[in-house]
């Protein structure tokens, strides 16, 4: 099926949980990419900025948890809706603290929203991809990266504005995001059916989903911080940690649907670990911030769609090919809701024991990620139910 044949209703719902995704880069990459600011405004060093990526990290996971039973309840459209309102709730309570204390429950806000629409914008995505019968997941992390650059965007280009009611207007996107169509449980034939998901091999796709997050967290988080703490960049730069990242992300996953399809996921993720720890090495042995910059660049187009091939083989393990499509995203959302529990593992990892490793030298926080994306390399194999999914669905 191509976009020219698509039914009208099914491009809405693609556009919809796109949508989703765009809001939630713009919120998170608009956060992370102030994290110096923060610092400065509040008097905070890296262990202290490493405990409130921590709260985030672990209130997301409560939030993913509650998606979950919210989702099995109603449907994973209430979640996002819900958990849409919650982030720009969070938001308008971080810009407008008067105190740390008021700025520390805004951002706790906000961490229970990151897992609310976390789970829920990847709940649609997976049942939209099931719906189109193949592989879509990389174009929807791409609007991800999408508003992650808009966000990095509006930092540059307002770097010199306080942490504060300027940057109100980004609030608009989550509120103009409610009304889009995103799919209802009672669009699609319902079932009462036991809910059986084989959650050993799920695991598996975890561990890539762990590495991911991992990398992709040390370099929204720490690179600006690693810039000017480490390189001496300028101030207005150290931005340019998460741009040309974002940008090489944003570019890889676009092209991602593409070759999944001609390729197979097995050799694309076998490259990424290679070219990741690369790409990393050259970021932690990087003489100045610029060679950084490029280690950064390779380094988000090199890891680019392990995420969504991720969700996208959790989902293809979960609902089965005889499964109507009630009983496909009954499996799909309650896996997606606890598959995405691994997102905030590699986090943890990213965010918060890049931070304490490098509390005194982010170079060697940055060498923990270096090492361990290598795992990626024996973990592609599980990716081959993705091409097999595929072809079985064009199978006649």
């Known amino acids: 099926m191509t976009l020219r044949t698509e039914s009208s209703p099914l491009l809405r719902a693609r556009l919809a949980a796109g949508t989703a995704f765009f809001v939630q880069g713009l919120l ?3 956060l992370t990419t102030r994290l110096p600011q923060i610092q400065e405004k509040w008097d905070l060093d ?18 993913s948890v509650v998606a979950e039973v919210v989702a099995g309840r109603s449907s994973s459209a209430v979640v996002v809706r819900v958990g849409l309102v919650a982030a720009a709730a969070g938001f308008v309570v971080l810009l407008l603290a008067p105190s740390f204390w008021v700025f520390v429950g805004g951002l706790a806000v906000y961490g229970l929203a990151l897992g609310l629409v976390d789970a829920s914008s990847n709940m649609q995505a997976v049942t939209v991809e099931h719906l189109y019968r193949r592989p879509i997941l990389p174009s929807f992390h791409a609007f991800w990266t999408a508003g992650g650059i808009l966000g990095t965007v509006v930092t540059l280009v307002t770097v010199k504005v306080d942490l504060g009611p300027g940057l109100l207007p980004l609030l608009v996107f989550p509120l103009v995001a409610l009304a889009a169509p995103f799919v209802r449980r009672d669009q699609l034939a319902q079932s009462d059916a036991a809910v059986d998901v084989p959650w050993r091999r799920i695991a598996l796709l975890g561990l890539a989903m762990v590495l991911f997050y991992m990398v992709d967290t040390a370099a929204t988080t720490w690179g600006p911080v690693y810039l000017k703490g480490a390189l001496d960049a300028p101030s207005g730069l150290t931005v340019l940690a998460t741009l040309p990242y974002l940008v090489a992300t944003l570019l890889a996953r676009a092209v991602g649907d593409g070759l999944v399809d001609r390729h197979g996921a097995v050799w694309l993720l076998r490259g990424s ?3 990741a720890a690369v790409a990393l090495a050259v970021i932690v042995f990087a003489p100045t911030w610029l060679v950084a910059v490029v280690g950064f660049t390779i ?3 090199a890891v680019a769609t392990i995420a969504p091939l991720s969700f996208s083989a959790a989902g293809a393990i979960a609902g089965g090919e005889d499964d109507t499509a009630g009983e496909r995203i009954d499996r799909t959302d309650q896996v997606v809701a606890r598959f995405n529990q691994f997102n905030y593992v590699g986090a943890l990892l990213g965010a918060v024991l890049t931070g304490a490793v490098g509390s005194d030298n982010l170079r060697l926080g940055f060498a923990v990620p270096m090492v361990l994306i290598l795992g990626i390399i024996p ?18």
Do not use: D, K, Y
């Open 379 to 396: 973990l592609a194999s599980q990716f081959a139910i993705i091409r097999r999914r595929a072809a079985a669905a064009e199978t006649p």
């Open 299 to 301: 380094l988000g187009g």
């Open 46 to 63: 890296e262990l202290a900025v490493s405990g409130l990526l921590l709260m985030v990290v672990l209130l997301a996971g409560v939030g």
């Open 28 to 30: 998170f990459i608009s």
């Open 273 to 275: 670990g290679v070219v």
